[in-house]
């Protein structure tokens, strides 16, 4: 690694730019747009010539939409809410069943577990209509409809398979020795399990726990099809800016910059164990 | 992994509890999940059925007259081919991409950890929204992508709006969204091989090329194979970005699975043929991801055993 | 308010003078023609109060669910004039039109009983109606017990109220005798030409008549204009993109979705007639349509015209009225025209989409809900609707007979008053309601797209396309 030739090191960075300059573009253009009203964003041929204005953030974060000729107001913030209720209770639930099952597929072979584990697995590639249709009629019958229980319920369907095998990933790639070791001093297995295998598979778990959370924040169809307007994510909210009277991209781009932040602080804050920590050299060695 | 079946110390009255503490473990997730066995045992139903909501009164079992249709039927040939191609594509691309992404940022340092996660931010935007946007951004008129284009001597490139550019346009969009999902798992899975082995072959003055192939690439393997496994079961069943971006059109040129299932039910209101066209979509993904799975236990024994 | 004007007042309500005597001798009392309106409303409401029971249902509670529409910001704004009238609370959900329709679906299949009315369109009654999901409005309307006496049904446009209605019969005649009344018309669209002023001037284009000369316009003015394109219709693989100017032309030449014989539907797409419209059609597209047209949505066609990147639309007149204000760059620039695409056709006759509200089936209780609907579609929240908001395509007759509405329309929005009176008489669904109606529509689309990009010719893909059409037919057990 560290005897890179200079044409080596030109190129690197020259790709490295290149793979920026794509996947970053869109989000910038995005962020220029969420500052410009349809006036600016509808231009031919487009520029980047124009006076920023915090309208469409101020719309949004205010509720009001000043739209053609008649205001109407929108819910951005709570579907906001919703989003954060949705996705960090549907992530916590997913970590507290999918971790010690995942050290039970890690740690211990049991009859049937690679079955169970597969059947876990293959939750994950129902088609979500499939699922959705016939569970709404359940859903009315069960009083789950219309909650936040029943939806981050539905949930796991996203989160725990992706947390259950990545998970199980991370502890087996632990060297059970450890806690061998300790348990030989006279500890229980779930003192070990606290105190040795959770800690040291941390990082991953927090790694997985943040995959899954993006893509239960991303998610669409699950409270659209289950719930009403109030418990509605960001990602349906974002909708409501294609009115009758157009399209405002100004405050869709608004409403794109304002659902990544959080995931985006997230993931700046768990930056240590996310890229840092994932990789288990140090315990590997 | 008989190690841990002997594990040496053990009180007696442990014994019990420790044949059982695998299920107790995996039993809450598992029953968290068995509650969605029972409407997927409703659409299996459903999917023998001829039904129709708009058309009560044809309302009959017609067991597997939904699936044998099918074998006939140019419209489902024309969805398989697509999707398939779809998913192929997008997930190869994607592991080229993200794997060679991973290399490029593979050295721990502040500028590479900042980048990864920068470079994550696609995936942070929802797939339906993201779809709008790129709608706009290659807008004829206003799109900046086709701005571009017209600068670089493509007058009149339609991109989704064209039966030759649609899958190119609907597959960039899905690249763009997905590539950092694979990028950052390999990139996980690249730190943390073990470095005694790379050390091993420099001292024997194996070129670096070949360490790539003979040990970074095999060591990677269950990673590379996880990451196409979550990627491929979420591409096949695409909807969000081809729905937003052109229906399924032009023509049926994208019209994939979950599009067709979804134009099915809720417009047509087909629920027999939808289930059924589900159904069969469920069963490729679950023989999919049994290869799959069977080769990642594979690759992790033998991943393991060089480690 | 003094007892004179009043009594007035009430004598004219119950029919003892003329509105022009009632106006002229307020007058003489010194009230001006406007105010004495807004008398007479604010009368008229408590005339309604005492000739039936409002207050029946007080203290029940009803929940909607509503699209995010002009129309739906209109009854949220009068809202509490509802809740003071029957003493009843309203809830509603609103959810954004691009999924608008799922959402009603998948609330309407589950059977919930959540909602007890919502917003839905004609043609999704033909789903809802025959699923057993809706109800038949007649047992209300026709039932003076429950329908106050001022509710003036046979104000609702003809047309319009009988598109809504249909006898549930697989190819039935929408507005037959035995037809139920499956939703209660709200406001509806008419599919004809807003157009550009300014570019049709400038390229001394006349704004064309019927279907060659809008062949013809729309190329000149895009050979005269620096980066515009001439029309501006939908194209995107969806039923929305038959419905609105696409059909209204089509049946303008007297052609038909379907042929219904005896019962025994089949598909009409193939004719001489339809073939050499569907030429003409496809070649405007060629010619001087988007250059991605086959991603066009409602929204795409209008944002275009109100960015001034398209000269013409022929699409809903409620598209061009909204694309002529608010932030548009081409605000105030736009002028609406009926359209007759039929050189021998006396006048338009534009296919229409009717926004109505609809009781869910499910309901709980559909005698209190139907007070809610009474009052949301009754001349007086009309007639509010279309003065003080956007409420601009009324399906009553009273509203566009009223005065402050026309003036509003004319100040802003030259030629749509005309244009209404022009079509008003030939609006009407002009589709076959049976079972199959988006399925037809899509793979139509979904054909037009395919003819558009060259990739089969007109006769043939309509000929595959009819034969496709009669083959679900078959199989539905509707050939």
Known sequence: ????????????????????????????????????????????????????????????????????VASMSIQFMGNLMNSVILSVGSVALALVLGVPAAYAFARHKFKGSEDIAFTLLSFRFAPPLLVLLPLTLYFQSLGLANTYVGLIWVYQLICLPLILWIVRGYFEDISPDIEHAYRIAGHGWFATFRKIALPLAGPGIAAAGLLAFIFAWNNFVFALVLASADKQPVTVGALAFVTASGIQYGQIAAAIVMSIAPTLLLALWAQKYLVEGLSLGAVKG | MSVQADMPVMRRSSRLSRTMLPYLLSLPALLVCIGILIPFGTAVYYSLQRYRMSQPWNRGMNWGENYLNFFTDPDFWNTLQVSLTYAGLTVVLELLLGLGIALLLQKRSRVNNFVSIMLLMPLMTAPALAALMFKLMTNSN???????????????????????????????????????????LLLAGLRSLPTQPFEAAALDGVPRLEQFWRITLPMLSPYILTAALFRLLDSIQQFDIIYAMTQGGPGDKLMVFQVEAYLNFFQSTNVGRSAALLMILWAITYVLSNIFVKNWLRLRERARGEA | MHEKEKDLISTFLSGGMSRRSLIKRLGAMGLTAASAGTLHNLMATQALAADFDWKKHSGKSIKLLLNKHPYTDAMIANLDAFKELTGMDVTYDVFPEDVYFDKVTAALSSGSSEYDAFMTGAYMTWTYGPAGWIVDHNEWINDPEKTNPNYNWADMLEGVRKSCAWN???????????????????????????????MLDKAGVAVPTNMSELMEAAAKVQADTDGIYGIGVRGSRSWATIHPGFLS??????????????GKLSAAMNTAGSKAFHADWVKMIQ??????????????????????????????????????????????????AGFAANPEAKAPTPNIWIWSLA????????????????????????????????FVDPVRNSVWEDEMFKEKLNNGYPGYVDMYNASAPGASIKFTPQPLFFDMT?????????????????DEGLDQLAASMNKQLAEAGLR
């Open chain 1, 1 to 68: 690694m560290d005897h890179m030739s200079p044409l080596e090191r030109i190129l690197r960075a020259v790709a490295l730019a290149l793979v920026v300059l794509f996947f970053m573009f869109p989000i910038f253009w995005i962020v220029l747009m969420s500052l410009q009203t349809n006036e600016t964003i509808l231009r031919s041929p487009p520029s980047m010539a124009f006076v920023p204005t915090f309208k469409n953030y101020a719309a949004i974060i205010a509720g009001r939409l000043d739209s053609n």
């Open chain 2, 142 to 184: 206003f799109g900046i992508l086709s701005y571009f284009m017209q600068l670089a001597g493509f007058q009149d490139f339609r991109w989704a709006s064209s039966p030759d550019t649609a899958l190119l346009t609907v597959i960039l969009v899905d690249v763009w969204v997905y590539t950092p999902f694979i990028m950052i």
């Open chain 3, 249 to 262: 032309a089509y049946s303008n030449f007297g052609e038909m979705d379907l042929t219904n014989d005896d």
């Open chain 3, 287 to 336: 010619d001087s349509g988007a250059a991605d047209w086959s991603t066009h949505t409602w929204y795409q066609v209008g944002t275009d015209l109100g960015a001034g990147k398209s000269a013409m639309i022929f699409d809903a007149d409620i598209l061009g009225y909204f694309m002529n204000g608010g932030d548009n760059a081409m605000a105030g620039e736009l002028a609406y």
């Open chain 3, 442 to 458: 899509t793979d139509w689309a979904a054909m037009l797209q395919r003819m558009v990009a060259r990739e089969v010719p007109v």
């Open chain 3, 168 to 198: 549930g019969v697989p190819g039935g005649e929408l507005g037959s005798d035995d037809a139920k009344q499956w939703c209660i018309p709200w406001g509806y669209e008419q599919n004809n030409l807003t157009f550009n002023k300014g």
């Open chain 3, 359 to 390: 009781m869910t089936k499910a309901s709980k209780d559909l005698d209190a809900t139907w007070y809610f609907m009474q009052w949301a579609s009754g001349p007086e929240h009309a007639l509010f609707g279309a003065r003080k908001m956007d």
